[in-house]
């Protein structure tokens, strides 16, 4: 396409323009690849949670050791404040390409690590000690990284088009779940079910060191944001971040409007449409993993682009609005749509193919006296599906034990894999959460940059969005399991809806205080 110019003036806006989008370009790919990462690396240990659980814990109560997982999960956004307040404060005074240089160091790491562990039955409690420390830090590394990615992309950025430019760096969220999703697939589908539950679940922990590896090697070749090299060769940069971010009354008290007025329901809206949704058809619907897998990657792959467009949306009309209308809808619409999701996983009207039907009756000696009976039975459905039955007993001298409750020793799994009209059906659902989640978070780096000046800028913004993350949204899983697992034990018969009161509640007081208190408006004063 040719390009006419009047003047020799025109010409040359014409190619400085170009030149600035070439270069803001390259600056996204390499912020964006290493942020990607991160979240590959981190969401890798909550995508595997279920196989998780049966490695690095005792695995005499399933239960027990799949919340201890979620918990050691939630471990990790729980100290992403700290890793914010350090490496924020670094980034504030040393700069933001030395910063997450670092970080992404850390986190790959520690990811490669998680996946050399040896099992709770070669090693015991030093098993989940050891997950527990390297999940530590991860959560640090992640929390000094987004911050830094999103201020270094924002300050190369045009002051009116923040909003579109940092949306793609909200993508790598969505994006590093979307691939740690495909890793384990791949994974799973290259490998016999026996050969992944041995061995093959460490291989998505191994690939992500040479992710890093990669990323390395172009984040090393970045310079500095400007606006933040030009603040320090005019000695405008902090000497304590800290205490001007949170020592100071006025600043103050904008980290916290951001904290409770945005990024608290940002937080759960965004766990609950990508990481309660998947812990919802696992765990309560009883779904087939892979298929699980499959129909969020499919969501997720359809909805990432719409943080883009809601960033460049909130361009043109504010990113208030748009993050305010998000809230809205998750509020009033989590119950019906899990209500719905769960209504199909009900088998009971589907006609069974009686003269299909499997039963198999196994026991496996453990040691001594001790035996599991384990009886399977299988049961087919004209439209395809299946439900798989698995029930153990745990015997000692031929009596069944007793748990801590003093009642029967017996598991039942159930899986379940669905009809493809059922799981185009289950991925609209999902898909309908991601809209939300575009809504709120497509924006919220570009506000959130936006509220803070340079010097202290990355302290900041960095603290709201990792409390309201890490602590808000990364509780979110097992804060859910819980009430739904104590609502099923209480007979309550929507106990699967139980679990979303907490992102709702969440959501609704967020949403208050956002509506009244937040102005939307940029205090960038020394931009």
């Given amino acids: 396409m040719s390009h006419q110019f009047n003047t020799q003036a025109e010409h040359d806006a014409y190619v400085d323009e170009r030149k600035k989008s070439s270069t803001l370009w390259s600056i996204i790919m390499a912020s964006s690849l290493g942020t990607l990462i991160e979240w590959y690396d981190f969401y890798i240990f909550g995508s595997l949670a279920v196989v998780l659980s049966t490695k690095f814990f005792p695995a005499d109560n399933p239960t027990a050791a799949f919340l201890s997982t979620l918990a050691t999960f939630a471990a990790g956004f729980v100290v992403r404040p700290f890793g914010a307040l350090f490496f924020g404060r670094l980034g504030d005074i040393i700069g933001r390409k030395y910063t997450f240089l670092v970080t992404l160091l850390i986190m790959g790491f520690s990811t490669f690590l998680i996946g050399c562990i040896p099992s709770y039955e070669t090693i015991g409690f030093m098993a989940p000690v050891l997950v527990l ?21 924002a300050e190369y950025a045009e002051h009116n088009r ?18 740690s999703l495909i890793v384990i697939l791949v994974t799973k589908s290259s490998l016999t079910a026996e050969e992944f539950d041995n061995w093959g679940w460490r291989v998505p922990f191994w690939i992500s060191i040479l992710m890093v590896g990669v990323s390395y090697i172009i984040r090393k070749n970045m310079k500095e944001s400007p606006l933040f090299a030009k603040a320090k060769k005019e000695g405008k940069t902090s000497t304590n971040p800290l205490k001007e971010s949170f020592g100071n009354k006025y600043n ?3 980290v916290l409007l951001a904290l409770f007025g945005a990024v608290m329901g940002q937080g759960v809206v965004w766990y609950t449409g990508q990481f309660y949704a998947m812990s919802f058809m696992q765990k309560v619907m009883n779904i ?21 467009l809601f960033g460049w949306l909130s361009d043109k ?93 017996v598991e039942t799994k159930i899986t379940k894999t669905i009809d493809s009209t059922t799981k185009w059906t289950l991925a609209f659902w999902v898909f309908l959460q991601v809209v939300f989640v575009t809504m709120v978070y497509g924006p919220i780096a570009a506000f959130l940059v936006e509220m803070f000046p340079i010097r202290i800028r990355y302290t900041s913004m960095s603290l709201p969005y990792h409390i309201g993350n890490g602590i808000f949204g990364g509780l979110l899983p097992a804060v859910a399991t819980y009430l739904v697992t104590s609502a099923k034990d209480a007979g309550n018969p929507e106990y699967y809806l139980q679990g979303l009161w907490y992102p709702i509640i969440v959501a609704a007081v967020s949403l208050i205080i956002g509506v009244i208190y937040l102005d939307g408006k940029d205090r960038n004063v020394e931009d």
């Fill in 288 to 308: 087939e993993s892979a298929q699980v897998d499959s129909l969020m990657a499919a969501a997720l792959f359809i909805g990432t682009p719409l943080f883009v």
């Fill in 317 to 409: 009309v504010g990113r208030k609005p748009i993050m305010m209308i998000g809230l809205l809808l998750a509020i009033f619409a989590y119950r019906p749509i899990y209500n719905q999701m769960f209504k199909l996983g009900d088998f009971s009207q589907k006609q069974e193919l009686k003269d299909k039907f499997t039963s198999e009756a196994t026991a496996k000696v453990l040691e001594g006296t001790k035996v599991d009976s384990i009886y399977t039975t299988q049961k087919f459905y004209a439209d395809g599906s299946n439900v798989k039955e698995v029930v153990t007993k745990h015997l000692e001298n031929g009596k069944v034990l007793l748990d801590e409750k003093g009642k029967d020793k």
């Fill in 133 to 153: 420390i390297l999940r530590l830090l991860q959560g640090l590394a992640l929390g000094g990284e987004y911050g830094g990615a999103a201020t270094y992309v």
């Fill in 162 to 179: 923040r909003g579109y430019w940092t949306s793609w760096i909200q993508t790598t969220a969505t994006s590093g779940l979307f691939i």
């Fill in 252 to 254: 103050f008290k904008y």
